[in-house]
């Protein structure tokens, strides 16, 4: 009797382990997922599940760093999932105004655009983000690749202003009459 009393209170505390443990195996699973071919999200089934695990873990974090390694990792669960993607850009902004001179924040303006952009084809509030952003972290590497992905939503193309300036001036000039 004794014996079953420890197993079971030893699959209890199995049962009741970290939650910051149980979020690193979920996102380990899910790199392995996007390293076997597969994206790291696209199975949405379970999704709830894995959101809360992470919101668990975040709510459990000691550091900044991992609240918002959790809740980024939450909001890109949510945004694969049909109609999510709302609610992704919410937690997306929470993590910007949480850490507003962290880089975390920084990732978290370029993520809720990128969301804004593919999601639900708002390439307009895609590019007010991506102006916030570079607005909020002047001269950093984020806001320089901000500018560029702003570059590629305002001209539809994967060519910069710049790029198409010099195009247009190396072109042969039409002959003369």
Known sequence: MKRLVVLSLAAGALACSNPQEEAERLIDA?????????????DTSGWQDKVNT??????????????ARYQMVSADVQASVPGGALYAIRTYFQVADSLPNR????????????TFEEKLSDRGRAIQVLTMLVDRYPGTQMAETALAYRDVLVFE?????LDKIHEWQTQESPPTP
């Not at 899910?30 to 696209?42: H, L, N, P, Y």
């Not at 193309?157 to 202003?161: G, P, Q, V, Y």
């Open 30 to 42: 899910m790199v392995e997922s996007a390293e076997a071919g597969g994206e790291a999200v696209a």
């Open 54 to 67: 992470l919101q668990a873990a975040a709510n459990d974090a000691d550091q900044d760093s991992l609240w």
């Open 103 to 114: 880089q975390e924040g920084a990732l978290a303006l370029f993520s809720a655009a990128v």
């Open 157 to 161: 193309n994967d060519e910069s202003l």
